[in-house]
């Protein structure tokens, strides 16, 4: 199928030295949904008692989180006017969830700053996290090859980020908390990029920008917004490098956003 539409002249998928690369991320698996460990009961513990006067139990104590519980807006003040370099520091030194402890390198973005295209994915991997770039490997080879049938190169007319700035361990599904630290990171991107259109590629990226659990299949083929910008979805390519036939979706997804950028809508 793909070769009668012409897409595999476009998007040539290169051999996969590195089966890890190749194989579909936990984090990419579409019917697996993050869930939040349960939190470990407390037991209230009794005051001694005295004889003839007793008094009342004490009150059970919640145990210490182990990340403050305030918005990063308070924690970190003025990122919503921070500008690029600001911006990018305040990420390279940010722990504000446990994820730092375990990072090479954060992931801040990569492109030009002032693209008519922003491609957002969902977390740094392996390879992402080693380089401290997004899309990197494979799947990075992959877009690259999607964005060029449009005429577009990395470094030029587009700007590339994740939603999270620090791998997840092991490329787990990124757990809300995370989410939640990071995405002001990733509002003031895309304010300070302007773009006329974003990409946002795989499940938990998509999910994410738009604020849903409903799941590409049926996010497809419309036109959303986030922060004011279209956004047009599609699958990422890590998911594929495994399923070949799926790329012809994923050409759809990208002329229609091509479509919605030239219409300035």
Do not use: S
Not at 32 to 60: I, N
Not at 142 to 156: C, F, H, K, S
Not at 217 to 228: A, E, P, Q
């Amino acid at each position: 199928m793909l070769r009668e539409m012409g897409i595999e002249l476009f998007w040539p998928t290169a051999p996969v030295r590195d089966a890890a690369l190749v194989a579909e991320p936990a984090r990419l698996a579409p019917e697996r949904t993050p869930e939040l460990a349960p939190e470990p009961a407390t037991v209230a513990v009794p005051a001694p008692v005295r004889p003839h006067a007793p008094e009342p139990a004490a009150a059970p104590q919640r145990p210490a989180p182990a990340v403050a519980e305030a918005p990063l807006r308070q924690r970190m003040p003025g990122v919503a006017g921070m500008e690029w370099e600001a911006l990018a520091e305040a990420v390279a030194g940010c722990r504000a969830c446990r994820l730092c402890e375990g990072r090479t390198n954060t992931v801040f973005g990569v492109g030009d700053l002032h693209a008519d295209w922003m491609v957002i994915g969902e977390a740094p991997g392996e390879n992402e996290d080693l380089q401290g770039e997004p899309f990197v490997g494979q799947a990075g080879k992959l877009l690259d090859n999607m964005l060029a049938a449009l005429g577009i190169r990395r470094g030029q007319g587009v700007y590339i980020a994740n939603v999270l700035k620090c791998r997840p361990p092991g490329n787990r599904n990124p757990l809300p908390e995370e989410i939640a630290q990071c995405e002001p990171f990733l509002r003031r991107q895309v304010e300070l990029v302007r773009p006329k259109i974003i990409l946002a590629v795989g499940r938990f990226a998509v999910q994410t920008l738009l604020q849903t659990t409903e799941p590409i299949g049926k996010l497809r083929g419309r036109v959303h917004r986030y922060n004011g910008v279209p956004l047009v979805v599609t699958y990422h390519p890590a998911y594929l490098l495994r399923n070949l036939p799926d790329k012809a979706k994923a050409w759809a997804d990208l002329c229609l956003a091509q479509q919605v950028m030239r219409e300035g809508a």
